[in-house]
């Protein structure tokens, strides 16, 4: 049975409320409802219900409890969009992966956490803001061992990466330094909110030499359960972005004797 230690972050729930602390000792958490004494969850196992003046539920935080609390200096990838990535990237321990355009820092955890023990996640962006920030919420998952931040100044190594996504609101730009980044046959992908901009990706995408894989939109619909009088909920996370996968090829073909 896993219990409660200093230094553990703890998800606090309840309700539909929650709250992602870490246990210092000698230290209150106050909420709107009472106070809660850090000292006393240590050594309790990890699920316990406890009354602090309101009853709290204290769990083991998943990496998306985590990722969740970040400090958001950008928009995040949400998990709707998060998972696909990773499946269509085929991303897998020890790969080695590119990201241009860090934000905060949430699909930088989620590659990280999927790459180790061996990979690791090479994140660019050009604001130094969003590369601290980004440094210290992954630091918060633990996962920092796992992800070298860059400063994007112009220029990507060559023939390096296994996997590539990208995050910018003009990527079409970067498009040919993207290709020659990648080892031959990856796969990389793009988010974008606007048709116009898939459209100038498009373009960008196969004059460079990529083959495109797919452009989708995904739609999440939560279900409001309760016996009697199930549906779905009334609010649901619609479009965030735009989806675009594609492969490097080359960008010439060859004959081999084929006729």
């Known amino acids: 049975m896993e219990t409660i230690s200093y230094g553990d972050l703890v998800l606090v729930v309840h309700g539909n409320k929650t709250w992602l602390i870490r246990v210092d000792k000698g230290k209150n958490f106050q909420t709107h409802l009472s106070t809660i004494e850090l000292d006393k969850l240590v050594g309790l196992p990890f699920g316990s219900r406890v009354n602090f003046g309101a009853d709290y539920i204290f769990l083991k ?44 820092g949430a699909l930088t955890s989620y590659l990280a956490n999927v790459v180790r023990p061996d990979g ?22 633990s996962l920092e061992s796992w992800v070298e931040f860059r400063k994007f100044e ?27 980044s990648l080892k031959p046959s990856s796969p990389v992908g793009f988010l974008l909110p606007t048709v ?15 083959w ?14 309760a ?16 989806l675009t996968f594609a492969r490097k090829i080359e960008s010439k073909s060859s004959n081999m004797g084929i006729r």
């Open 61 to 104: 935080p998943t990496l998306e409890n985590v990722i969740m609390k970040y400090k958001r200096l950008t928009q995040i990838i949400y998990q709707k969009d998060a998972g696909y990535i990773l499946i269509k990237l085929g991303i897998s321990p020890g790969m080695k992966v590119l990201e241009m355009g860090t934000g905060s």
């Open 120 to 141: 690791k996640v090479i994140t660019y962006d050009i604001n130094e803001k969003f590369i601290n920030a980004a440094r210290e919420n992954i630091k918060r998952a």
């Open 154 to 180: 112009g220029n990507l190594p060559e023939a390096e990466f296994d996997a590539a996504f990208v995050d910018l609101g003009d990527p079409w730009v970067y498009v040919d330094k993207i290709w020659s």
């Open 196 to 210: 116009d901009q898939l459209e100038k990706l498009d373009s960008a995408l196969k004059k460079a030499g990529f």
């Open 212 to 225: 495109i894989d797919e452009t989708v939109e995904l739609l999440l619909r939560r279900m409001n359960v």
């Open 227 to 242: 016996e009697g009088k199930t549906r779905p909920s009334s609010i649901m996370v619609g479009h965030t972005a735009y």
